[in-house]
């Protein structure tokens, strides 16, 4: 069998028709003004238009930032750039970033203060791009007599690049160039900012950043504001755990509390998972498959996951999608056969899950959420820490 993130064309199987299934109501797209992305090829770049950049620069900074994300700011990263999370009080995610640790590079020196910067840090902080200016506020918000400056970039000073598939060449940034590998799942390539008008310097095919998103999607990997539930979901749930962006050694930050204590129970019930929807006269998928000509309407945002029987609770909710695939929030012993207690899950395979939503544009559709294989050996890890701990 193909490994998880494979990218596959879909293959419909027909079901087995019952005269007793009711119509289904799925919607059809007929829009060709606004076709799927087709899959990605598997060595390619793509600038990253859905992700903005925010500043800071000074000599408080590192401490500053310290006391705020969710990762550590050690000497390992004076020049590499890492995943990490700003939380509110009561341990919500606010916004899933990478921070770039930039004063290594004189394009950026040059461009913050004409390249007298008198040796002071400065990073520049990479965010859902509809989220930027929020991100500002909440950093002036802890700035009191910090002496840092906060300022956020416009879109034709620099741009975020992702870049995959190649060998690894340049994964840590090397001759000014600032960025990181991207180490949230396995085979995710690498991150880079540059000026705006240059581009990486790689021989690969560019492709949109939808390309990218399928890509993503495909491996697992939520991210933004769009996808993570922003003041309402927890770093685990929304995988920032496993995706490496949590310390959970360090000292006092923002939200700590509630993230030390939800890992330190070893329980998290719900957690983002990658999701194919499928017609309701369709088998069940096997394993995730991108299907870019897939004609189904998709869900709102926040529409409810229910089992088609509709016994017990919620079992999740829809977060967004591409063509026929896209993550929603799942309780994992019921839409999956992860088992958290001694209780075990409720899961059958023979379960089928719907998603309903309502409005000038109601509709259903079925739903089967798949686990990655990374998620289960990082769990396994998180295990081992807990129990060395």
């Keep these: 069998m193909p490994p998880f993130n494979t990218l596959l064309p879909l293959k419909r199987t027909p079901r087995h028709l019952n005269p007793d299934l009711r119509p289904s109501r799925c919607h059809l797209s007929t829009s060709s003004s606004n076709p799927h992305p087709p899959l990605p090829p598997q060595t390619a770049h793509a600038p990253l238009s859905t992700r903005r950049l925010v500043s800071l620069h000074g000599r408080d900074a590192p401490h500053f930032l310290q006391g705020l994300i969710t990762r550590n700011i050690s000497a390992s990263h004076t020049t590499s750039g890492f995943y990490s999370a700003f939380l509110n009080a009561s341990g919500r995610v606010l916004h899933d970033v990478f921070i770039y640790p930039a004063t290594h590079s004189k394009e950026y020196r040059d461009g913050i203060s004409g390249g007298n910067d008198g040796g002071e840090a400065g990073f520049l902080i990479e965010v859902d791009a509809s989220e930027v200016d929020a991100l500002a506020r909440h950093l002036t918000r802890f700035k009191l007599r910090a002496k840092v400056g906060i300022r956020v970039l416009e879109e034709g000073e620099w741009r975020v690049w992702q870049i995959w598939g190649e060998n690894e060449r340049g994964s840590t940034p090397e001759g000014g160039i600032i960025?990181?590998?991207?180490?949230?799942?396995?085979?995710?390539?690498?991150?880079?900012?540059?000026?705006?008008?240059?581009?990486?310097?790689?021989?690969?095919?560019?492709?949109?950043v939808g390309g990218y998103d399928v890509r993503r999607i495909m491996m697992g990997v939520s991210e933004g504001q769009g996808e993570i539930l922003k003041g309402a979901a927890l770093p685990q749930e929304s995988n920032i755990d496993?995706?490496?962006?949590?310390?959970?050694?360090?000292?006092?930050?923002?939200?700590?509390?509630?993230?030390?204590?939800?890992?330190?129970?070893?329980?998290?019930?719900?957690?983002?998972?990658?999701?194919?929807?499928?017609?309701?006269?369709?088998?069940?998928?096997?394993?995730l498959r991108y299907d870019e000509a897939m004609k189904l309407a998709l869900p709102t945002r926040g529409a409810n996951v229910s089992r088609i029987d509709k016994k017990g609770r919620s079992a999740g909710k829809w977060l967004g999608g591409v063509g026929n695939v896209g993550f929603a929030l799942c309780r994992l012993e019921v839409m999956t056969g992860t088992v958290l207690t001694g209780e075990g899950s409720q899961w059958s395979p023979e379960h089928e899950f719907k998603v309903m939503w309502d409005g000038e544009d109601s509709g259903d559709v079925r739903v089967k959420a798949f686990v990655p294989e990374w998620h289960k050996s990082r769990g396994d890890k998180q295990k081992l820490h807990r129990s060395s701990g």
């Design 179 to 208: 960025g990181c590998a991207d180490e949230r799942a396995p085979d995710m390539g690498r991150r880079i900012l540059l000026p705006a008008g240059r581009r990486p310097d790689v021989e690969s095919e560019a492709v949109t």
């Design 242 to 287: 496993y995706m490496g962006g949590i310390d959970f050694r360090k000292g006092c930050y923002v939200g700590q509390e509630l993230t030390i204590r939800t890992h330190h129970t070893g329980v998290v019930r719900k957690r983002i998972l990658p999701v194919q929807i499928y017609g309701e006269q369709d088998s069940p998928p096997e394993q």
